[in-house]
């Protein structure tokens, strides 16, 4: 392609913008990235192309090596605003393309896909209780984590400590909330009085220290450890220790409140049986629905206007738990009356291995919660495919993390909501570093997942796809069935009519083509990237 005659559109003040953005994909991007897929890429060309790309860039400014400027401060220039021909491609960090662990390759903040800036869509919360009080130790072995802020102790000194080192933590990842269980953050007392005053104590620091701009995600109250919950908290045929899991509730929702949280869950490790033979079932689960009531009634009174939140699982410890399943959890609520306007009250909270544990995709769960209204928050883990067992380990799945977003994004976010990572390090990974490189794999990860789908929805073709297959309903007898106009008479009719209806392939293997297409590959996002570059200076160049 000759320049002058490209120039004569990208050049001319009287061309729309959205006719030079136009020309420059169909002509210009795939001019020069022409043949790239055959090419044997080597590390010298990645290095050549990131020389390339600063050179422009300091180009760009105006700089030269005269000037002294490190190429640190020039790779963080701001680029064209959002409303330009070309969108960005600044990462915020070092790119896909760096070798550093602790960089963000794929997340920037306040980069904007969709509509919305990046930390909007994602609204990432450290948990407290994998990061800070998880030991290493399983059911055939012991601790196998020494952190340095530990002293071996499970005291209100100690609780404060780990608080310290939390807040640490968070700062230096750069986000903005957290979750936790109250007897995690703060040692359980020989009374409910000790308890609570145990726990005044350690939030109080915790408001300190979080100040202004953190808040908590959300707050739980741990009603699975202490063996007075061995046959749960509100589903428990002993009436002493339904009483004693209300209070606990009830202190863990104001103290949530106390801190700015924006949701407060319940999660039944407990609630649930063992054996049928002797349990009532019926009673149990009304027992349970009369427990959400009364915190739905108190958060009313005492303010709180986060939302109420569910987490399904189908087992462990329990052989089976009455919120199975995303299904299951919404069944419940519907039936008690716990959905809708006047209840204000519960969402579902999906994690993605007790969507595997239940015999789901994680998918599934979240196009469930969605559908119905009640997708609320999401536990960015996974677990092991050879193991039976909630192994909560960090998701790095790309394939499964665009299908997360993907609903996401249907669902227009998840705010009040977020991403906690329910994720713990293996046994095997003792280094405070490792706490770093699990979290910033896990949100690059989903980040990647956010770009894969802008990508595959300014594609169009596959939901093109979808609308194709079910164009037969986009006619007027399909329109009677969806609004429940055409009863079973006026149908036989029309089958009889019709004849033998033709049944179209699905083309599910297109499908996968299509969703395999929307991969961002870090090779083919530099390549990309350095022609967005390369026209976003020339056009500079020429701009009035």
Same mark, same amino acid.
């Given at each position: 392609?000759?320049?002058?005659?490209?120039?004569?559109?990208?050049?001319?003040?009287?061309?729309?913008?959205?006719?030079?953005?136009?020309?420059?994909?169909?002509?210009?991007?795939?001019?020069?990235?022409?043949?790239?897929?055959?090419?044997?890429?080597?590390?010298?060309?990645?290095?050549?192309?990131?020389?390339?790309?600063?050179?422009?860039?300091?180009?760009?400014?105006?700089?030269?090596?005269?000037?002294?400027?490190?190429?640190?401060?020039?790779?963080?220039?701001?680029?064209?605003?959002?409303?330009?021909?070309?969108?960005?491609?600044?990462?915020?960090?070092?790119?896909?393309?760096?070798?550093?662990?602790?960089?963000?390759?794929?997340?920037?903040?306040?980069?904007?896909?969709?509509?919305?800036?990046?930390?909007?869509?994602?609204?990432?919360?450290?948990?407290?209780?994998?990061?800070?009080?998880?030991?290493?130790?399983?059911?055939?072995?012991?601790?196998?984590?020494?952190?340095?802020?530990?002293?071996?102790?499970?005291?209100?000194?100690?609780?404060?400590?780990?608080?310290?080192?939390?807040?640490?933590?968070?700062?230096?990842?750069?986000?903005? $909330?957290?979750?936790?269980?109250?007897?995690?953050?703060?040692?359980?007392?020989?009374?409910?009085?000790?308890?609570?005053?145990?726990?005044?104590?350690?939030?109080?620091?915790?408001?300190?220290?979080?100040?202004?701009?953190?808040?908590?995600?959300?707050?739980?109250?741990?009603?699975?450890?202490?063996?007075?919950?061995?046959?749960?908290?509100?589903?428990?045929?002993?009436?002493?220790?339904?009483?004693?899991?209300?209070?606990?509730?009830?202190?863990?929702?104001?103290?949530?409140?106390?801190?700015?949280?924006?949701?407060?869950?319940?999660?039944?490790?407990?609630?649930?049986?063992?054996?049928?033979?002797?349990?009532?079932?019926? $009673?149990?689960?009304?027992?349970?629905? $009369?427990?959400?009531?009364?915190?739905?009634?108190?958060?009313?009174?005492?303010?709180?206007?986060?939302?109420?939140?569910?987490?399904?699982?189908?087992?462990?410890?329990?052989?089976?738990?009455?919120?199975?399943?995303?299904?299951?959890?919404?069944?419940?609520?519907?039936?008690?009356?716990?959905?809708?306007?006047?209840?204000?009250?519960?969402?579902?909270?999906?994690?993605?291995?007790?969507?595997?544990?239940?015999?789901?995709?994680?998918?599934?769960?979240?196009?469930?919660?969605?559908?119905?209204?009640?997708?609320?928050?999401?536990?960015?883990?996974?677990?092991?495919?050879?193991?039976?067992?909630?192994?909560?380990?960090?998701?790095?799945?790309?394939?499964?993390?665009?299908?997360?977003?993907?609903?996401?994004?249907?669902?227009?976010?998840?705010?009040?909501?977020?991403?906690?990572?329910?994720?713990?390090?293996?046994?095997?990974?003792?280094?405070?570093?490792?706490?770093?490189?699990?979290?910033?794999?896990?949100?690059?990860?989903?980040?990647?997942?956010?770009?894969?789908?802008?990508?595959?929805?300014?594609?169009?073709?596959?939901?093109?796809?979808?609308?194709?297959?079910?164009?037969?309903?986009?006619?007027?007898?399909?329109?009677?069935?969806?609004?429940?106009?055409?009863?079973?008479?006026?149908?036989?009719?029309?089958?009889?009519?019709?004849?033998?209806?033709?049944?179209?392939?699905?083309?599910?293997?297109?499908?996968?083509?299509?969703?395999?297409?929307?991969?961002?590959?870090?090779?083919?996002?530099?390549?990309?990237?350095?022609?967005?570059?390369?026209?976003?200076?020339?056009?500079?160049?020429?701009?009035?």
């Amino acid at each position: 392609m000759k320049w002058k005659s490209a120039s004569g559109v990208l050049c001319d003040r009287r061309m729309p913008l959205n006719l030079k953005g136009k020309f420059y994909r169909t002509a210009i991007r795939s001019a020069m990235l022409y043949g790239t897929e055959c090419w044997a890429v080597k590390h010298q060309h990645v290095h050549k192309m990131g020389v390339a790309k600063m050179r422009m860039l300091r180009w760009r400014c105006g700089l030269t090596r005269k000037d002294k400027i490190r190429n640190e401060w020039v790779g963080h220039v701001q680029r064209r605003p959002t409303d330009a021909p070309v969108r960005r491609c600044d990462y915020g960090t070092e790119g896909p393309s760096t070798k550093n662990p602790l960089a963000f390759k794929w997340y920037n903040a306040d980069e904007e896909i969709l509509g919305k800036k990046m930390k909007e869509w994602m609204r990432f919360s450290v948990a407290f209780w994998h990061t800070f009080r998880g030991t290493g130790g399983d059911p055939f072995g012991a601790p196998t984590k020494n952190w340095p802020w530990e002293d071996g102790t499970n005291s209100v000194a100690m609780a404060k400590r780990r608080m310290r080192a939390n807040f640490q933590f968070i700062n230096k990842l750069g986000v903005d $909330r957290w979750c936790f269980h109250d007897r995690d953050i703060a040692p359980d007392g020989k009374t409910l009085e000790e308890s609570n005053k145990n726990l005044d104590e350690v939030v109080a620091l915790a408001k300190e220290l979080q100040g202004t701009k953190i808040r908590p995600l959300w707050g739980t109250a741990q009603l699975f450890l202490h063996p007075r919950y061995m046959h749960g908290g509100a589903t428990s045929p002993e009436v002493g220790v339904y009483a004693y899991a209300a209070a606990q509730v009830k202190k863990a929702i104001e103290v949530t409140h106390y801190l700015g949280g924006e949701n407060y869950v319940f999660w039944g490790g407990r609630e649930g049986y063992q054996s049928l033979l002797n349990t009532d079932m019926g $009673r149990e689960l009304d027992h349970l629905a $009369r427990f959400l009531e009364a915190a739905v009634a108190y958060k009313k009174k005492i303010g709180f206007n986060g939302t109420l939140l569910i987490e399904p699982k189908p087992q462990e410890p329990t052989k089976h738990q009455y919120d199975w399943d995303a299904a299951t959890s919404a069944n419940f609520l519907r039936k008690y009356g716990l959905i809708g306007a006047l209840c204000t009250g519960y969402d579902l909270f999906i994690e993605c291995n007790h969507a595997t544990l239940s015999g789901h995709s994680c998918y599934h769960e979240l196009e469930t919660a969605r559908l119905n209204g009640l997708l609320g928050n999401v536990d960015a883990n996974t677990g092991d495919p050879q193991t039976g067992w909630d192994t909560d380990q960090f998701l790095t799945d790309i394939a499964e993390a665009t299908l997360v977003m993907h609903s996401v994004v249907k669902n227009g976010g998840i705010a009040p909501g977020g991403f906690n990572f329910d994720a713990k390090l293996r046994r095997e990974s003792t280094d405070v570093e490792d706490l770093f490189i699990a979290h910033i794999s896990g949100m690059d990860t989903l980040a990647r997942g956010l770009r894969n789908v802008a990508k595959l929805i300014e594609d169009g073709s596959l939901p093109e796809l979808v609308r194709k297959r079910y164009e037969s309903f986009d006619t007027e007898i399909g329109a009677l069935i969806e609004a429940g106009k055409a009863d079973f008479e006026y149908l036989e009719k029309k089958a009889i009519g019709w004849g033998e209806p033709r049944v179209p392939s699905s083309k599910q293997e297109l499908a996968e083509m299509l969703f395999q297409s929307s991969y961002i590959l870090p090779i083919w996002d530099g390549l990309e990237c350095l022609s967005y570059l390369v026209y976003d200076s020339v056009y500079a160049a020429f701009e009035p």
